[in-house]
């Protein structure tokens, strides 16, 4: 699996998604994770997950558009640089899929507000987690929808 994060400098969801990954027993799916701060520096393949983080900078005409399996998409952020087999958004609106019913000091309560396909095969139903707070909102957001994406429940 591969999986492309698009972010700034000060995000590092990278680093988080491969640590936790890496902190997994057992779970060792070879997935190849690779951090830009800009479109076109995610690698010529077609990634399996693509994820734009609450603060990565998109052009707003892009030369090329990025292929994708999945694309994890703040709310709100344009996705016309990207052709994606299907977008999963993520923010604090209702028309978003992943989101935050509520937010604590270490932990929040990620909502899931419709079906998201994982890149497994499977199917995760409308649910809620409590999961770790890694940062601020949109960052947490980022970081669990993509765990969730890969198959795995975020702690």
Do not use: H, W
Request: one cysteine or more; glycine letters at 12%; hydrophobic letters at 40%.
């Amino acid at each position: 699996m591969s999986l492309a994060i698009l972010e700034s400098e000060n995000e590092n969801i990278a680093f988080r998604i491969a640590a936790y990954i890496a902190g997994r027993e057992g779970y060792a799916p070879g997935v190849n994770i690779a951090s830009a701060s800009a479109p076109a520096e995610i690698p010529g393949v077609k990634p399996d997950l693509v994820v734009v983080s609450p603060g990565a900078s998109l052009p707003a005409s892009p030369r090329t558009k990025i292929r994708c399996g999945t694309l994890l998409l703040p709310d709100g952020a344009p996705s016309v640089g990207f052709e994606p087999d299907r977008v999963v958004s993520y923010g604090m609106s209702p028309r978003d899929t992943v989101t935050l019913s509520s937010i604590g000091e270490s932990s929040c309560m990620l909502s899931l507000q419709r079906e998201v396909p994982t890149l497994g095969g499977g199917i995760l139903d409308r649910q809620e987690f409590i999961v770790r707070r890694d940062g601020g909102p949109g960052e947490t957001l980022a970081t669990s929808g993509a765990l969730l994406i890969l198959g795995l429940q975020p702690e």
